[in-house]
């Protein structure tokens, strides 16, 4: 099985969530032709055969629907990881797209609207992702495409650790749900550090949620399980509380950069031991 590759495309996205760790160094994007460029690249090095569109929120990056299209023709299984709210503008994202996609996957740390414009998981209106705006939305996705995978992503911090999300699992027919620990980050400008969950909450959340979904994957450690591309095109090292850049896949060949890399292919592989996603 090949590997998967995460995609920023771009940091732009209508939600400031505080424990996001997606800030890069620059914020303009990188055009599409240097997209489709590193498409290719991985492409050629044949270790790659998944890609994961996000951000920032992806379907903010200008040409979202071309580059999908440009991955799925070269053979990438395709996923998304958004925050749902703008999935439903067909100028931003055309339902035939959710076609091309393998999985979609959503972010979605709460039922409480409160604790969601708390933790900045609002637009600037403070709107937030409803029950029944995630209900359509994944109504829809499926009526495009019934083989679709739906997966939720929930951050576990402070603001959340205590609460209840069965009420989504049970109603929606999760696929998969990955209860991610959130991961500490701080580089000078930007810091979530006040929102750090300890080991107790944690496992006491996950174990709240065991039944949710047909496939629940705690992650409570993800440095350098997972191949994460800056909106630059930059191969990124996590380690530590800032990113370190490993090489350029615009101006590099993948298969020169990624040996860089110190992945933990250990890690990552648990994560899929249940199910490909």
């Given amino acids: 099985m090949g590997l998967k590759i995460n995609l920023h495309i771009t940091q732009k996205c209508n939600y400031r969530c505080k424990y996001c760790f997606a800030h890069f160094a620059d914020r303009e994007d990188l055009p599409l032709e240097s997209w489709k460029h590193i498409i290719d690249n991985i492409k050629q090095s044949g270790e790659i055969d998944a890609i994961n569109f996000a951000g920032g929120e992806p379907v903010l990056y200008r040409g979202f629907h071309e580059l999908m299209e440009y991955a799925y023709r070269q053979g990438f299984q395709l996923s998304i990881i958004s925050n749902g709210s703008l999935m439903m503008n067909p100028i931003l994202m055309p339902h035939q797209d959710f076609a091309m996609l393998d999985t979609l996957g959503i972010s979605v740390d709460s039922v409480d609207s409160k604790t969601l414009v708390a933790l900045g998981a609002c637009n600037a209106s403070q709107e937030v992702l409803s029950y029944d705006r995630l209900a359509t939305l994944i109504r829809t996705a499926r009526e495009w495409n019934p083989n679709i995978r ?77 191949i994460m591309v800056d909106n630059m095109g930059r191969l990124l090292d996590d380690e530590g509380m800032d990113y370190r850049v490993v090489g350029s896949l615009v101006d590099e060949d993948f298969s020169s950069v990624f040996p860089r890399y110190h992945f933990d292919r250990e890690t990552y592989e648990s994560r899929y031991e249940v199910a490909a996603g």
């Fill in 150 to 226: 739906i997966k939720l992503n929930t951050v576990i911090t402070s603001l959340n650790s205590g609460e209840d999300l069965s009420e989504i699992g049970q109603s929606l027919s999760i696929d998969r749900w990955k209860m991610l620990r959130m991961k500490l980050f701080s580089n000078g400008v930007h810091s979530n550090a006040d929102l750090v969950v300890g080991d107790e909450a944690f496992s006491s959340f996950v174990d709240r949620h065991r039944d949710v979904s047909r496939d629940v994957v705690p992650e409570n450690d993800l440095t350098r399980s997972y």
